[in-house]
Nanobody
Framework: QVQLVESGGGLVQAGGSLKLSCAAS????????LAWYREAPRKPRELVAV???????KYADFVQGRFTISRDNTKNAVYLQMNSLKPEDTGNYFC?????????????????WGQGTQVTVSS
């Protein structure tokens, strides 16, 4: 199983930026699809962005053009650059590794979640 540790969250004003990081351990990291999810209070966890092992990316409509997912296989890390943040982006952000990414759909690895990192955007 891949162990994941997210970091980089914090409190930021609307319009600001944050960069989240996720450090992973596990020998299959380099060949895994990776994703970021978020969970807001009283809402289900939702997919934010995915990056395939080959670098193909896909974003949820609500972050398109504002967020960028990237990966560094040499560091076993995946990142989420978040710009033009809005109050509705507030939530706990989790990364996920080793899910199935096929035909533009990501199916998470439910055994691979970190503790998450909290992002709070003030208006």
């Amino acid at each position: 199983q891949v162990q994941l540790v997210e970091s980089g969250g914090g409190l930021v004003q609307a319009g600001g930026s944050l960069k989240l990081s996720c450090a992973a351990s596990g020998s299959t990291f380099g060949i895994s699809a990776l994703a970021w999810y978020r969970e807001a209070p009283r809402k289900p966890r939702e997919l934010v962005a995915v990056i395939s092992s080959g670098g193909e990316t896909k974003y949820a409509d609500f972050v398109q053009g504002r967020f960028t997912i990237s990966r560094d296989n040499t560091k076993n890390a995946v990142y989420l650059q978040m710009n033009s943040l809005k109050p509705e982006d507030t939530g706990n952000y989790f990364c996920n590794a080793g899910g199935i990414y096929s035909s533009g759909t990501y199916h998470p690895n439910f055994g691979s979640w970190g503790q998450g990192t909290q992002v709070t955007v003030s208006s």
